[in-house]
């Protein structure tokens, strides 16, 4: 099971006045939140002015998704709910765990591209192989491309499937889950 995708909101307005909000709202767990009124309406039973002083809103700290795939502090909050929340990966542990392992390859930012594009699609072409290596891929492709009816069984243990997999992975790379394969 996926670790929840939670974040804590920030107002530039009162970090900058440093009142009670400037450390920002509780811990947020953005599956918790069907839309983002929702999220809005949490905010404001927080003390949030969203018409006023907490108007300009930022993400001040975020937890179940990778540091390093994007500066988040130029991220609305609002776009970061809206691209996870079309994407699915709020509502399934799947698609969550396959958008984590792109995001060790990609970046958020090509992933927002792609939910842009393709909705909750946007996973059609990507394929995660959960606990694989490169000689588990490789007899994958091996037995896909219907090669073990032409190498007899007792000859295969001489072959080489872990360059088999590297050479037939060239839309394949390692994450910690194993491989992901992005078309």
């Not at 991220?75 to 698609?95: D, Q």
């Amino acid at each position: 099971m996926s670790d929840p995708i939670r974040i804590v909101i920030g107002s530039w307005g009162s970090y900058n006045e440093c009142n009670e909000r400037a450390l920002g709202s509780k811990w947020l767990d953005l599956s918790d939140y069907s839309d983002w009124d929702e999220i809005e309406e949490e905010l404001k039973e927080e003390g949030f002015i969203l018409d006023g002083i907490d108007e300009e809103l930022f993400i001040q700290d975020l937890e179940g998704l990778p540091s390093n795939c994007k500066k988040w502090d130029y991220t609305h909050p609002k776009a970061l709910f809206e691209t996870l929340n079309e994407s699915g990966v709020l509502e399934s542990n799947y698609k969550c765990d396959v958008m984590m392992a792109y995001l060790e390859v990609e970046s958020f930012d090509e992933f927002e591209e792609l939910v842009s594009r393709k909705g909750s699609n946007w996973g059609d072409d990507i394929h995660l192989y959960v606990g694989f290596d490169w000689d588990d891929y490789g007899r994958e492709m091996f037995s896909a491309m219907g090669y073990e009816h032409e190498i007899p069984e007792q000859l295969q243990d001489f072959f080489d499937f872990e360059a088999y997999g590297r050479y037939m992975g060239d839309y394949t790379h390692e994450c910690h889950a194993g491989l992901i394969e992005i078309y």
